[in-house]
């Protein structure tokens, strides 16, 4: 049977990118560009005449920037849209806040050299611009707000007796913000891995601490890992769980590939599933690729308990597929039962169920 190739529309207002971009993606024989156009009035048109699978959306331009078209049309024609941002501060954020509006995914466009630095991010365009068309954007777009935060039940915990791991990719950055808003200030320790540029993980962080009740902040080497707090992996370092003394601590170093990533979510699950076992909660969220599935596998192993997002909410199940597959998933649960479920399992007011 013939694969039919993805039909993309690329919006950006310089034309040296146009034309990187059409070139890069038409290289791909499962792609096809339809067409690159300078700015989103143009877009809009060639929307409505060509009708693309995917979009790639500069952020600043002229007559229209690229938040304020996404958020067009993630309200009147919801459709799969990667974002072409820089490395900045700005850019981060605006990406971020892109992400969080309906975004599947973006490239992260170099500020110098930019030839080059594009060229080498070919084949990452490639693989996400195709994933963007098999992803759920309705799961994004429709998705229900978090409601209000938890009230913990029971007789409560420890610094030493719960940690919570969370792994995610693609889809993450909402999945994540919906996660850790619904949480309590008293909640377990929790110790995140996101697919995410190294520029933008610290952005990231503030804006989740902005809007939980917990403390969200960039984990530091060494740094003691306390309940009410969430860790996040800086984007070009791994983050594991280790032990000093009788604390928990964040390690964070080594800058190797682990199954394709750095930071890598099966380093963090290894780490928790040895430093602990069955005092752990792990859970994977939305993603592209298999990361996380070996080391959910490690946990459940090690006796902890173990959460996957279910596909109807994901954006792109990948990463949960694959550990739901492996066994490694003890339960999977909407996006929006997950922080009730956490909860429950660390004030020991959980049963065990079937896997649905």
Not at 27 to 54: C, H, T
């Amino acid at each position: 049977m013939t694969v039919k190739p993805v039909r993309v529309l690329i919006v950006d207002d310089s034309a040296l990118i146009r034309q990187m971009l059409t070139e890069m993606l038409s290289s791909d024989p499962g792609i096809e560009v339809l067409g690159a156009v300078p700015d989103p009035l143009v877009a809009r048109q060639k929307i409505k005449e060509l009708n693309p699978d995917v979009i790639t959306l500069d952020i600043e331009m002229p007559r229209m920037d690229g938040i304020a078209f996404l958020k067009k049309i993630m309200s009147l024609r919801p459709m799969p849209v990667v974002m072409v941002s820089t490395l900045t501060q700005h850019g981060a954020d605006a990406t971020l806040h892109a992400l969080e509006i309906g975004a599947v995914d973006y490239v992260a466009k170099p500020t110098q050299d930019i030839q080059v630095g594009l060229e080498d991010k070919r084949a990452e365009l490639v693989a996400k611009v195709k994933a963007a068309a098999r992803a759920n954007v309705m799961a994004s777009v429709s998705r229900a707000p978090a409601g209000p935060r938890l009230e913990i039940q029971g007789p409560g915990y420890s610094s030493t007796e719960k940690i919570v791991a969370i792994g995610a990719s693609t889809g993450g950055v909402e999945a994540l913000t919906t996660v850790l808003s619904a949480l309590p200030a008293d909640s377990p320790a929790i110790l995140i891995t996101q697919h995410m540029p190294a520029s933008f993980t610290s952005t990231f962080a503030r804006r989740l601490d902005r809007t939980c009740a917990i403390q969200v902040s960039e984990a530091q080497d060494g740094v003691r890992v306390l309940p009410g707090h969430a860790y996040l992996a800086p984007g070009d370092r791994h983050l594991r769980l280790a032990r000093s003394g009788a604390n928990y601590i964040c390690k964070v170093g080594g800058q190797e590939l682990v199954s394709g990533h750095c930071p890598s979510v099966d380093v963090l699950f290894d780490s928790v599933a040895k430093q602990a076992g069955q005092n752990a909660v792990g859970v994977i969220l939305t993603g592209m690729g298999k990361d996380g599935a070996i080391g959910l596998q490690t946990m459940r192993a090690s006796g902890a308990r173990t959460l996957g997002q279910d596909e109807a909410s994901c954006v792109v199940y990948g990463m949960p597929r694959v550990a739901f597959e492996a066994d490694a998933v003890e339960v999977q649960l909407p996006l929006s039962k997950i922080s009730r479920e956490i909860i429950a399992i660390c004030t020991n007011d959980n049963k065990v169920r079937t896997r649905v």
